[in-house]
Structure formats: C-alpha cells, structure tokens
C-alpha cells in the first residue's frame, strides 16, 4: 500500500457518519441496491442495512463491488430485528410514506442518529415497518407522478442529511469516529487485499501496521502466511 492510499483511507474514514444509515426493506432489483450502496459511501455512510428475507444473497452478488468495498452491510431476517437494532443505537427511524402525518424530508434534523428506511419497488414499505417508523417523510412533488425510483428517493433524502451535517461541521474531523478495531480491519483489507485474502482464509489474525500503512508482522506470522497449503483433494464420481 502507498503512503498516499494509506493517508486517502483516513481522510475518507475521518469523513464516515457511523450513526446515519438507511435500511433496505426487501428492495429486490440489483441496479436499484447497487445504487443506494455507492450514495451511501459518497455521503460518508459507513454502515447500510437490508432485510431479504429469501435472496439476500442474490442482492448482495449483483451489487456494485467498488462501494460494497467501502460500505458494510448488515442483514437482517424482519423488520423488527432490523428497526430494533437501529434504536438500540438510538437512531430516528424514518420511513418514506405519504401519510396524513408525513412532513417534508427536508423539515427533519439529520443531525441526529437518524435511518431511514427504504421500502421495495413493488410494494413500498410494510404495514409493520410503518408501525416501528418514528416519523414519515415525504419529497414534494407537483407532477402527474406521486413516486420516484427507490435509488433516486434515497439520495435526495441522504444529501440533505449531508447538507445538513456538512453545516454542522460534522464531516470536519481529524479522527473517525470508527472504533480502532474496524479503522484497522478496512485499513489492511483495503490496503493489503490479496494478504487478508489468505490471512482470513488460514484463520490468522490481521498484524499490526507501521505509520505509513507497511504490515509490520513477527517471523512466525509471515511463516504461517508463506507455508503451501495442502492440495485439496478431489471427490471421487
């Protein structure tokens, strides 16, 4: 890793925003998760969430694997597992919904814990995600069209929240947020991919790293690391 990726990968983790997110609730189609995933990582998302009940796996193969990279994602069986871990974090749990009580998305304090969550192109979002949602939220519209694309709704809604919070001075760190033990995760993922590759797979623990982003390992580790691996062997017919 050079000294300018390992410096650009601090940069960028100073800027993540570990307590604003969004939640995915079953949004099926490939180009529309995919989406979603690359605003969050341009608005300093550092974590998104999904329930997918059924082909969660599918989703998360389709989607675009440069921001996948940067952006984690968190799954989860129901709504009610995912919105009770949102507030378990003290998040406000928005939902995108025309409603007799929904205020204009650009009224909300984005300053705040907040996520929000994004319902599937074909039915919206669930009676029961409604009924967790602290409040809905609407984007204005004066066409003949009272919806927009799933992808589109979700980064209009996220740049205000960064509009709102570049304001506050939130994105004006020197240090993330990020617990020392995730910044060093993405750092030798990100940094040293092909070596954390191999280390994941021999169940080795990923070893420190020098100030310019070296990996400064023992003797035994880069042993272990350049031992062959047994061939494995093939089944019979």
Known sequence: ??????????????TRQPDLTVCMEE??????????????DAVGIHK???VWPNNGMRMLGNTSA????????????SMVNAVGALKAQGMQVLATNLSDTAID?????YTKPTAVILGGEKNGIT???LAMADQDIIIPMVGMV????????SALILYEAQRQRQNAG????????????????????RGHPVLAKVARRKGLPYPPLDEHGQIAADEQWWSIMQATEPKKKKALP
């Open 48 to 50: 998104v969430h999904a």
């Open 66 to 77: 440069g921001a996948r990279n940067w952006v984690e994602l968190e799954t989860h069986d």
């Open 105 to 109: 998305f650009r009224e909300v304090d």
């Open 146 to 153: 009272q919806s927009l694309n799933v992808s589109v709704a």
């Open 170 to 189: 939130m994105y004006n760190r020197e240090k993330t947020l990020l617990s020392d033990e995730v910044v060093h995760r993405i750092l030798f993922e």
């Open 27 to 40: 949004v099926h189609k490939p180009n529309n998760v995919s989406a979603i995933v690359r605003t969050a």
């Open 1 to 14: 890793m050079s000294p300018e990726r390992f410096q650009r990968i601090h940069e960028v983790l100073a």
């Open 127 to 129: 009676a029961e995600a």
